[in-house]
């Protein structure tokens, strides 16, 4: 889900993310950047978006 300049990932420290992440959309210019993580689900500041994130994308890892 998108609220505002958030977006909430289903991808959390379950899976090795933690705060200060950065991902980009898949097949899109938008990159988000991790604030806020828990086991299962994390939120991200959207930094750069040319269309709004839609629900559904892959996320890949820009930086760790």
Known sequence: ??????????????????????YKAVNQETVLEIVAVASEESAARIVKNTKPPQAGISVEILYK
């Open 1 to 22: 889900r998108v609220e505002d300049k958030t977006a909430w990932m289903n991808i959390g420290t379950n899976v090795g993310v933690v705060e200060g992440q950065t």
